[in-house]
Nanobody, 123 residues
Framework: QVQLVESGGGLVQAGGSLRLSCAAS?????SSWFRQGPGKEREFVAA????????TYADSVKGRFTISRDNAKNTVYLQMNSLKPEDTAVYLC???????????????????WGRGTQVTVSS
């Protein structure tokens, strides 16, 4: 059974940067990041294939966020640059344990979830 633990959240001023980490206890294939702000629906942020060769991003973060992974460490990262107040949310990582060609952008396609890490961006 896979367990995911996020870390790296915190308080940062607008324009600043943070790097989030998601450590997995077991093998995963495609991994992703979602976020949920106060009173908002959970939304897709970024996804990455098992090898790291393919990625996809939400339009709202494209060009500012970068997802990557280090399979030797069973860890997925989200580098967040040029942060905006609207990026404030709980960020959750998710993973699939079955392989598929498509990089899914909907939460229902992921098998395991972390508890989340808070990111707060001040203006």
């Amino acid at each position: 059974q896979v367990q995911l633990v996020e870390s790296g959240g915190g308080l940062v001023q607008a324009g600043g940067s943070l790097r989030l980490s998601c450590a997995a206890s077991g093998r995963t294939f495609a991994s992703s990041w979602f976020r949920q702000g106060p009173g908002k629906e959970r939304e897709f942020v970024a996804a990455i294939s098992w090898t790291g060769s393919r990625t996809t991003y939400a339009d709202s973060v494209k060009g500012r966020f970068t997802i990557s992974r280090d399979n030797a460490k069973n860890t997925v990262y989200l580098q967040m640059n040029s942060l905006k107040p609207e990026d404030t949310a709980v960020y959750l990582c998710a993973a699939r344990t079955t392989n598929y060609w498509t990089l899914f952008t909907t939460s229902g396609e992921y098998d395991y979830w972390g508890r989340g890490t808070q990111v707060t961006v001040s203006s």
